[in-house]
Structures are given as C-alpha cells and as structure tokens.
C-alpha cells in the first residue's frame, strides 16, 4: 500500500471513528419513561400589539387559555431560545470530529517591461482541491460531545419548567375567573330574594300586618346586597384581565370562558405524588445532569496528567493550467507527554472534585425541596377536599333554614330579623362551597405542578 493510499485509509477510519460523536450513548439516554430532548419548529414571533380581542370569536377552554398562554410567554420564548442555542452548541462540539474540504481555482496574467528589454508576458492558471482532518485531544473532544448532550438535556427541561409554570398559573386564574362569575350568580339570586322580602313587606305593610320598621330593614338590605353584587361584578373584570395578563394578551372585554362542572380529582397518595415528583421534576432531573456533567469534568482534569495524542491527515491535489496531475499527502501522529505545569493539573482536579461536590450537596438539597414542596401542596389538597362535603352540608341545611324562615314570615311568626339572618346564613353557604370548590381545584394545580405534570 503506497503512500496515498494509506492516508486515505486513515482518513476513512478517522470519519467512522469521529461518528461516535454524533451517536446517542446508552448512558446518556433519558431513563424509561422520560423524553430525548427535541429542537422546537421555530415560528414567528408574536405581536405584542396584536388584537387579540377580534380574533376570538367563541368561547375560551382551560386548554385554549393554556394554548395561548404558552405562545404568548416571554419565559417560555426564552427558554426555546436557549434550548436552540443548546442544540447549535451540540453540533458546534460534534464538528471538531470532522474534516473540512476545500477546492480553489486562480488564474493570473503579468505583463513585465525593463528598461533595455522587450515586454515579457506570463500567464498562470492553477486549480487544487484537498480534504484534511486534525484531531488533538481526543478525549477531551468527547468529553466535550458528551457535555453540550446534557446541557442540551438540561436547556429542554428548562422548557418543561416554564411549562409547568405557565400551566399552573393559567389553571388559577382560570379557576378563579370562574369563582368570580359564579358569584356573581349567588349574588344575583341573593338580590332577588331581598327584592322579593322588600316587596312583600311592602305589601303587608300596606295591608297594615307589618310595620313600618320592616319595610325600612328590608329596604336597606336590598341595597346592601346590591352593593355587593356590585363589588363580585367588579371582581369578574379584575379577574379577567388577570387571567388576560397571565396569557401574554390584552384586551378591553371580559374574557368568555367554558363552565367547569367536574372538578378535576386527585387520587393518588402521598409516597405516589413523591415518587412521581422524583421521576418528573424537570428541575431535579436538570440536577442530575448536572452532577453528571461534574464527574465528566473531573475525569477532564485527571485527562491533563497523561499523555496527549494528536492526529492529523491529509489530501490534496493541485496543478497548473487547470489540470490537476500534482498528488500531496500529509500524515502526522504526535504525543505530548505533560512532566510539570506548576502542579496546574493537580488543582484542576481538586477544583473539579469541589465542585462536583457541591452540585452533589445541591442535588440534596432540591431533592429535600421537592419533597417538601409535594408535601406542602399535598395537605392543602386534602383540606380543601375535605372541605367540600361539609360545604355542601351547610347549603343543603341552610337552605331549609332559608324555607322555614320564610314560611315563618310569611304566616305572621318569624320576624324580619330572623328572615335576615337565614338569607345571609344561606348565601355565606352557598359562597363558601364555592370556595371550598375552587380551593380544590387550585390545589390540584398546584400539587400537579410540584410533581412536574400538569
């Protein structure tokens, strides 16, 4: 095998090799259950001054609202910006195992005259084309790979954070616009009852069976409930342009939104909650690639106490008048042998082991977090769904209290007083199951999100 054809040899084996770079390692893939980490389709960014208000024609889902909200979220544009960046940083690192392959052409004409000589002419054509590949430390280029892999890892859960995060505010204020409506109607019923007491003691004041006191009481607690039938209206404009703020839009009306009418449940337990928040948790997985990127950092600085081996090879071929008759073949192997750096690699690798262990305290320390917060998320969950059967208990007894009351009233026993009374007894009812509903339902999103769904 002469000469040529060997460096061509060897720069075919370099290519198989250098395709180790661009291959998914076992041990780098997600574990079961969890996603590689994808490049998002980039699309157009969206128009701040977009009107939002004209292109909604019909009613708003949880999951439009979530939709929106995820296209329209500065964090999440930015962390898919980052993942994108993540992603060129990856091929940036996987090109160094590559040859690069040039072709040039050139043609030149000089035209010379002396003083005492004739006018020389000369003209020159020359053509090449050459393919070369330079591998210097090896090992530290794929270390390199296997680094910007997770940090690619990581840049995706970063998206799934601000997912989450999104997710979850989305859900409350939905929720929460949805409460505001829903009182309004309580309040609206409340009114017409106290409209109906004012007109029927009216009525029986005329009729000379109550007094006047009563027409007077009944006056001012219509306009009572009214003021506060204007104050839940008022809620449900405020928490409309809330829930507008949370999905990245603005608009002047009140945001038409779908009836929830199943709350949704959670049956799952504790330890079931912990173990999923440790599986799905984007911010502890980025921490366990982070620990991984640490001990490959390490394993770096332990790399500058050896021998380093270089790799060079190459191909050309040129010549004059466009044909190309010249052959050039360059090969080069080379070792580095490191005797003494001012104990630099000894450092490195104590600083590498410090900071490996210090994302490994790190670690400790969200996966405590994690707990801590599933926990927390799990016992509001529990309160406000034990809330919710005692709630609609007191509606259930209120409202028969209301009925007595009334029917007390109305043959001349009760008083207004105690009319009153059972219609604030039912309505502070009725306004507490609808807390305690709602409660639940922020909780659930709230639990889902500390254990990394939604």
């Given at each position: ?220 607690n219509l306009n009572n409930e009214k003021l506060k ?93 466009f044909y190309i008759e010249n052959d050039e073949t ?125």
């Open positions: 095998m002469n000469m040529r054809n060997f460096s061509i040899f060897l720069l075919l084996g370099a290519l198989i090799i250098s395709s180790s770079a661009w291959a998914e390692p076992d041990d780098l893939l997600p574990s079961a259950g969890l996603y590689s980490p994808k490049l998002p389709q980039q699309g157009p960014a969206p128009s701040p001054t977009k009107p939002f208000f004209e292109e909604l024609k019909s009613k708003l889902s949880l999951e439009d609202c979530v939709r929106i909200a995820l296209e329209n979220s500065p964090s999440v544009v930015s962390a898919n910006l980052s993942l994108q960046e993540a992603q060129i940083n990856l091929n940036l690192s996987r090109a160094e195992f590559l040859p690069t392959v040039s072709a040039g052409a050139s043609q030149s004409y000089n035209v010379t005259k002396l003083q005492g000589s004739s006018t020389a002419e000369h003209g020159n054509s020359d053509v090449y084309a050459q393919a070369q590949l330079s591998l210097s430390a090896i090992s530290d280029k794929i270390r390199a790979v296997k680094i910007q892999k997770l940090a690619l890892e990581q840049a995706q859960l970063a998206v799934n954070t601000q997912t989450n995060e999104i997710t979850r505010a989305v859900k409350k204020a939905y929720y929460s616009l949805l409460s505001a409506q829903r009182a309004v109607h309580i309040r609206t019923v409340s009114r017409d009852l106290y409209q109906d007491q004012y007109e029927r003691a009216a009525e029986y004041f005329r009729l000379g069976l109550r007094p006047k006191v009563d027409v007077t009481t009944a006056e001012v039938l204007i104050r839940a209206q008022n809620l449900v404009k405020t928490a409309s342009a809330s829930l507008a703020n949370t999905m990245g839009v603005t608009t002047p009306n009140v945001l038409e939104i779908e009836e929830i009418d199943d709350v949704e449940k959670f049956d799952f337990s504790l330890e079931e909650a912990v173990q999923i928040a440790y599986a799905n948790r984007p911010d502890l997985r980025s921490t366990q690639a982070a620990l991984k990127i640490s001990q490959i950092q390490v394993n770096q600085a332990k790399a500058g106490m050896f021998p380093t081996f270089s790799f060079s090879a190459g191909y050309g071929k040129y010549g004059n008048d360059r090969l080069a192997v080379s070792v580095e042998i490191p005797i003494f750096n001012a104990f630099k690699s000894y450092n490195k690798v104590k600083q590498a082991k410090v900071n490996l262990a210090k994302t490994q305290n790190s670690g400790k320390s969200v996966v405590n977090n994690v707990f801590l917060e599933v926990q927390k998320a799990y016992i509001n969950m529990q309160e406000a769904q034990e809330s919710i059967p005692l709630a609609e208990l007191n509606v259930e007894k209120a409202r028969e209290n209301l009925d007595l009351s009334r029917g007390r009233y109305n043959e001349g026993i009760g008083d207004s007083i105690e009319l009153k009374d059972a219609e604030v007894a039912y309505t502070d009812a009725e306004l507490n199951l609808l807390t305690a509903r709602y409660d639940y339902a922020a909780a659930v999103a709230d639990l889902k999100q500390a254990m990394g769904t939604y």
